[in-house]
Every structure is written in structure tokens, then in C-alpha cells.
């Protein structure tokens, strides 16, 4: 088993979180300082805006341990088996089949419930 430690918080890498963070912040005022600008093109802009702050933010430590981590992720989530749609669609039935069965039960416990309630209020059964 790996023993991995967490990054060290350096001040640069604190120093590119601020970056970044003001390079967003710029990008999303100035989509909105320039709403005269076509649609598209504010779009565009914003999105390299993000592009150049998750650039920025991947340079710190933490941003290659979160880049570390989606590729780890991605691995091993083509170790998963997925089911087939055969399996899927008859445990799919079974489990409806279950919450009927289940629902008719409590149905049926309500109206016992209700009828014995019912006779122990009104004893006449008025």
C-alpha cells in the first residue's frame, strides 16, 4: 500500500491560487462590463478565462495532486465491471415487483390499523 502525504502549501502556490482566483474574477467582471460585446464572444472569453486560471491553478501542488487524483479515478473506473442491460432491466424488475409487494403490505397494515383503532374509539361501531 502507497503511503502518500499531502502537498506542501508553498507561499507561490498560495500566490498562484491568488492568481487565479483574480483571473477569474477579472473574466467575470469583464463579461459583464462588456454585455455591448456579442454573445458568443463574451462566451469564448470567459471560457479562456477559466482555461488561464485552471492553468494557473494547476501549476500549484495541490493542482497536480487534483490532476493526480482524475487520472487515478479514471483508471479505476475502467476496472469497473458495468452490468449488462439484461441484468440491469431484470433487477430493475425485481426491485419494482419488491416496492409493490412492500406498498400493498403497508396498505393492507393501514386499513387493519385503521379498522382496529376505529373499533376500540367507537365500541358500538356506529
Same mark, same amino acid.
Given at each position: 500500500m502507497k503511503s502518500k502525504t499531502l502537498p506542501e502549501k508553498s507561499p507561490a502556490d498560495t500566490i498562484k491560487l491568488a492568481a487565479a482566483a483574480v483571473i477569474l474574477g477579472a473574466g467575470i467582471v469583464g463579461f459583464y462590463v462588456y454585455e455591448d460585446q456579442?454573445?458568443?464572444?463574451?462566451?469564448l472569453g470567459?471560457? #479562456?478565462?477559466?482555461a488561464a486560471a485552471v492553468a494557473v491553478a494547476m501549476t500549484t501542488a495541490q493542482g497536480r495532486s487534483?490532476? %493526480?487524483f482524475l487520472k487515478e479515478s479514471r483508471v479505476e473506473l475502467r476496472k469497473v465491471v458495468w452490468p449488462t442491460r439484461q441484468e440491469t432491466l431484470q433487477t430493475t424488475l425485481i426491485v419494482l415487483i419488491?416496492?409493490?409487494i412492500v406498498?400493498? #403490505?403497508?396498505?393492507l397494515m393501514d386499513m387493519f390499523l385503521f379498522w382496529a383503532v376505529d373499533a376500540i374509539v367507537r365500541?358500538? %361501531?356506529s
Open positions: 456579442p454573445q458568443l464572444m463574451r462566451v470567459i471560457l #479562456f478565462v477559466v487534483l490532476w %493526480g419488491v416496492v409493490l406498498a400493498i #403490505f403497508l396498505w365500541p358500538g %361501531g
